[in-house]
C-alpha cells in the first residue's frame, strides 16, 4: 500500500482483551500464543477494512465482533456467569464525527452484542436500550440470536463457582467491597477497540459479560458512553477495561476526553493521568486504550496485564500481555 | 438562624421538575400553583435538612422523594407510561466528595426509586442495578414497593394515546427521529435535585419515568453518572432533563464539570456553553441546574421552561417556570 497523502489521516487501530492479575505465572507458552493469535486475528479483521479504505466505525465493530467470538475473553462466547449461572451481555460503540452512540445492557440472547449496540445507534432514535426490550429489538433487526448456553465455557464455569464459593462464607453479597485483586481475577476480558480512519474519523467499542457471579441487574462501565466507550473528534476515542464502578465514577473516558479537549494533556498523559495516579490509589484496577484526532496511540493500566494489540500505518503492530510489550 | 461563620459554607439547593415546552398558553393560574406548591414542599423539605446542619445528600434525596411523591412531574407518582402500558422508572445519586454514586434503570415496583439508588450507593458494591435484579435489592433493602398501577395517572395515559395515534401513523419506531418539541412534550418532568451542605459538599439526585411510550428496555440520561446526574467537590453538582439521548452522547453533566474543573469556567457559563451552545443547535432540548464547589448556585435551559426553585442561605427562595423566574 502507497504511503498516504498529506491529505489522508495514517489509519490505526488499538485493541485489548481485558486487563487484570495477569502474570507470567499463570501463563503457559500455549495459552499466551492461542490469546495472541485471537488478538491478531482482530486486529487484522479490522485494519484490514481500514485499509482498504473503510471506516473506523466498521474496523472496531469487526474487531470486537472476533474477539466476542473468541471464547477466550469475558465478551460474547467465553463471557463470565451471573451470580444465576447465566451470561448477561453489555456493549457499547460510538463515533467521533458527529458523536452518536449505541449501547446495550443486560442481553442474553444476542450471539454478538456489538452488533446490536451498532444497531441501536444506527436504527433506532435510542442510545441505549436494555433486557427483553433490547433482545426485542435485535429480533426486529435480523441479528443471529442463540441460546444462553451458547455463551458457556468450562473456565468460566469453574471461575463462577469459586467466586461462590468465597461469596457463601461473606453474609451478603453487598458486605463484598473486594479488594481490587479479588475483583480484577472475576473480571478480566473485557474486549474493546478503538481506530481512526483515513478520513480522521474515530471510533470506540467495547463489548463485556461485565463480572463473574454479578446479581441484580448489575450494569458495568462497558455499555456506559462517558465511562466505558467514548469518541470525540475533538479530542481522543476511549475504550476502557476494569473495575467497572470505579469507571462509572470517575467517567474515565470522557475524563480522558476532557483532559485533552480542555486542559491540553495529551491522549497519554491524560490516560496515565486517570489511570495510574487517579484510580490507582483508590484501587481502581484496570486500563484503557486511547488514539487521539491526530492518530496518536496509547494504553495505559494499573493491573499486572493486560491484553493488547495495536497497528498504526506503516509500523509493525505490536502485541502485550504483561508489563512489557511481545514485540 | 445565624449567619454562618467562615468556616462555614453557605448552605443551598436547587431542584428541577423537568424542561420542555411550557408556554403561559398551555397553563392556567390553578396548575401554575401546583406545580409552584409541590416544588415548594421540596425544596423545603430538602432546605430544612441542610439548615438543620444535614448532608446535601440527605437534602437531595428528600427533595427529589418528594418530586417522585406529587403526582404532577414525570417521576415516581406521575411518571409516563411505556408503550405497553406500564411504568419503567430510573434515578441516580451521587456525592461530591468520595464520588460514589448509585443508579436504577426500568424499575416497575419501587415507590420512590431515588432511595433505591441510594442503597446501591450505600449498600452495595455497584453502582449501576436494572430491571428485575434492582427490584430484588429494593425487596432484600426493605424498601417501600407497590404495584406498577400506583404510578399511574390519567394525563399521562392521555399523553401515550396521543404518542401511540402519532406512532401509528409511522412504520416503525425507528422511524421516529423526532423533532425537538414532539419529543420534549412527550418527555416532561423528569426531576432533580443539587444541593451543597456546611461542610463543603455536593450532592445531585435525578429521578424520571423516562420517555413516553418508549420500547425495547430504553435508558435515558437520568441514570447515567456524568450524563443525567454527575457531583464532584472539585468542580460541581449538576442534575439534567431533557431529550436524554442528546445528554448521554454529550455527557452533559459531567462535561460541565470538566469545563469548570479543567478549562476554568464558570458554572453558570460552562453550564450555558454545554445546554445554549453545544446542544440547542443540533435539537439537543432541555435543562440542567447547577452548584458549584464555592456554593454558587445556577440553571440553564434552551425549551420555554423549566420547572425550577432555588434557596441560597440569606437569600429568599426563587421559582420559575417559564423563561423569566416568578419571584
Given at each position: 500500500m502507497?504511503?498516504?497523502?498529506?491529505?489522508?489521516q495514517?489509519?490505526?487501530?488499538?485493541?485489548?482483551?481485558?486487563a487484570?492479575?495477569?502474570?507470567?505465572?499463570?501463563?503457559?507458552p500455549?495459552?499466551?500464543?492461542?490469546?495472541?493469535a485471537?488478538?491478531?486475528?482482530a486486529?487484522d479483521?479490522?485494519?484490514h477494512?481500514l485499509?482498504?479504505g473503510g471506516t473506523?466505525?466498521?474496523?472496531?465493530?469487526?474487531?470486537v465482533?472476533?474477539l466476542e467470538?473468541?471464547?477466550?475473553f469475558n465478551?460474547?462466547?467465553?463471557?463470565v456467569?451471573?451470580?444465576?449461572?447465566e451470561h448477561?451481555?453489555d456493549?457499547?460503540?460510538m463515533r467521533?464525527?458527529?458523536?452518536?452512540?449505541?449501547a446495550v445492557?443486560g442481553v442474553k440472547?444476542?450471539?454478538?452484542?456489538?452488533l446490536?449496540?451498532?444497531a441501536?445507534?444506527e436504527?433506532?432514535?435510542?442510545?441505549?436500550?436494555?433486557g427483553?426490550?433490547a433482545?426485542?429489538?435485535?429480533?426486529?433487526?435480523?441479528?443471529?440470536?442463540?441460546?444462553?448456553?451458547?455463551f458457556?465455557?468450562?473456565?468460566?464455569?469453574?471461575?463462577?463457582?469459586?467466586?461462590?464459593?468465597?461469596m457463601?462464607?461473606?453474609?451478603?453479597?453487598?458486605?463484598?467491597?473486594?479488594?481490587?485483586?479479588?475483583?480484577?481475577s472475576?473480571?478480566?476480558?473485557t474486549?474493546?477497540?478503538?481506530?481512526?480512519?483515513?478520513t480522521?474519523?474515530l471510533?470506540?467499542?467495547?463489548?463485556?459479560?461485565?463480572?463473574t457471579?454479578?446479581r441484580?441487574?448489575?450494569?458495568g462501565d462497558?455499555p456506559?458512553?462517558?465511562?466505558?466507550t467514548?469518541?470525540?473528534?475533538q479530542s481522543?476515542a476511549?475504550?476502557?477495561?476494569g473495575?467497572g464502578?470505579f469507571f462509572?465514577?470517575?467517567?474515565v473516558a470522557a475524563d480522558?476526553c476532557?483532559?485533552?479537549?480542555?486542559?491540553?494533556a495529551?491522549?497519554?498523559?491524560?490516560?496515565?493521568q486517570?489511570?495510574?495516579?487517579?484510580?490507582?490509589?483508590i484501587?481502581?484496577?484496570?486500563?484503557?486504550?486511547?488514539?487521539?484526532?491526530?492518530g496518536?496511540?496509547?494504553?495505559?493500566?494499573?493491573?499486572?496485564g493486560m491484553?493488547?494489540?495495536?497497528?498504526?500505518e506503516?509500523?509493525?503492530?505490536?502485541f502485550?500481555?504483561y508489563?512489557?510489550?511481545?514485540?
Amino acid at each position: 500500500m502507497a504511503t498516504p497523502t498529506n491529505a489522508q489521516q495514517p489509519i490505526a487501530l488499538v485493541i485489548h482483551g481485558g486487563a487484570g492479575t495477569i502474570t507470567k505465572a499463570s501463563m503457559t507458552p500455549e495459552k499466551e500464543a492461542q490469546y495472541q493469535a485471537d488478538l491478531a486475528k482482530a486486529l487484522d479483521a479490522g485494519y484490514h477494512i481500514l485499509e482498504s479504505g473503510g471506516t473506523s466505525l466498521d474496523a472496531v465493530t469487526a474487531a470486537v465482533k472476533v474477539l466476542e467470538d473468541s471464547p477466550l475473553f469475558n465478551a460474547g462466547k467465553g463471557a463470565v456467569y451471573t451470580f444465576d449461572g447465566e451470561h448477561e451481555l453489555d456493549a457499547a460503540i460510538m463515533r467521533g464525527d458527529d458523536k452518536s452512540a449505541g449501547a446495550v445492557a443486560g442481553v442474553k440472547t444476542v450471539k454478538n452484542p456489538i452488533l446490536l449496540a451498532r444497531a441501536v445507534m444506527e436504527h433506532s432514535d435510542h442510545v441505549m436500550l436494555s433486557g427483553r426490550g433490547a433482545e426485542q429489538f435485535a429480533k426486529e433487526q435480523g441479528l443471529e440470536l442463540v441460546d444462553n448456553r451458547y455463551f458457556d465455557t468450562q473456565f468460566r464455569l469453574d471461575a463462577l463457582n469459586k467466586a461462590k464459593a468465597v461469596m457463601q462464607k461473606l453474609p451478603h453479597q453487598a458486605a463484598i467491597r473486594l479488594s481490587p485483586k479479588f475483583h480484577a481475577s472475576w473480571n478480566m476480558g473485557t474486549v474493546g477497540a478503538v481506530a481512526i480512519d483515513r478520513t480522521g474519523n474515530l471510533a470506540a467499542a467495547t463489548s463485556t459479560g461485565g463480572m463473574t457471579a454479578k446479581r441484580y441487574g448489575r450494569i458495568g462501565d462497558s455499555p456506559i458512553i462517558g465511562a466505558g466507550t467514548y469518541a470525540d473528534n475533538q479530542s481522543c476515542a476511549v475504550s476502557a477495561t476494569g473495575h467497572g464502578e470505579f469507571f462509572i465514577r470517575y467517567q474515565v473516558a470522557a475524563d480522558i476526553c476532557a483532559r485533552v479537549k480542555y486542559a491540553g494533556a495529551s491522549a497519554k498523559d491524560a490516560a496515565d493521568q486517570v489511570i495510574q495516579q487517579q484510580l490507582k490509589p483508590i484501587g481502581g484496577t484496570g486500563g484503557v486504550i486511547v488514539i487521539d484526532r491526530l492518530g496518536n496511540v496509547s494504553w495505559s493500566f494499573n493491573t499486572e496485564g493486560m491484553y493488547r494489540a495495536k497497528k498504526v500505518e506503516g509500523q509493525p503492530a505490536v502485541f502485550g500481555i504483561y508489563q512489557e510489550n511481545m514485540r
